[in-house]
């Protein structure tokens, strides 16, 4: 989790824009430029005043950002399709093969496959449980009788850092996640 820190949501649309410290969050309040959507239950105390401390906030006006796209990583991908397999849906604590689908069950498989010149990019690679991505092996989706359940997007940065678990689940219904993610 990330200690210290909150979640701001654009105005209107409430749509994540960053994460920002306590005292930024606070400032802003006081200031009047956002309001708080979501409480931690915890206090910022001062020697006069007691502030509750926000979890999430949103700005009062809509601001115009330009998209920030990620870095590709493993780790990323499976974070971005919320540990859920492109081809079967199969989920991380769902049953698999007469077992209990762990992280570690899912795996990146990339949909042109690297023998056939795919590249490790967000738009040619997905997570995959282990017995999708072995049927598949070095095969199209089509050529597998596979289908895609959704496309592969490039993710924005800050919804990774959610979703790759350093944000409180406070901050989780904000965050679009997995195939909805642009």
């Not at 990620?70 to 199969?90: E, F, K, M, P």
């Not at 023998?115 to 070095?138: E, I, M, P």
Request: hydrophobic share 35%; aromatic share 8%; charged share 20%.
């Amino acid at each position: 989790m990330i200690e210290g820190h909150v979640l701001l949501l654009n105005g209107g649309t409430w749509e994540p824009l960053t994460v920002v410290s306590i005292p930024r969050a606070i400032n802003l309040l006081l200031a009047g430029k956002a309001t708080v959507v979501e409480e931690t239950g915890r206090f910022l105390r001062t020697v006069r005043d007691k502030f509750p401390v926000p979890s999430v906030i949103a700005l009062h006006h809509y601001i115009n950002v330009p998209r920030r796209h990620a870095n590709w990583s493993r780790q990323g991908v499976l974070a971005r399709d919320n540990y859920t397999c492109i081809y079967c849906g199969a989920v991380v604590g769902s049953m698999g093969k007469n077992k209990l689908l762990t992280r570690r069950d899912m795996t990146v498989d990339h949909i042109l496959p690297v023998s056939r010149g795919g590249k490790n990019t967000w738009s040619n690679t997905a997570c995959a449980c282990f017995a999708c991505n072995h049927r598949k092996g070095s095969r199209l989706p089509g050529e597998a009788g596979m289908k895609l359940l959704w496309e592969p997007k490039i993710p924005r940065t800050s919804y990774l850092v959610i979703e790759m678990g350093s944000g409180p689940d406070s901050w989780k219904r904000y965050i679009e996640i997995g195939q909805t993610a642009s």
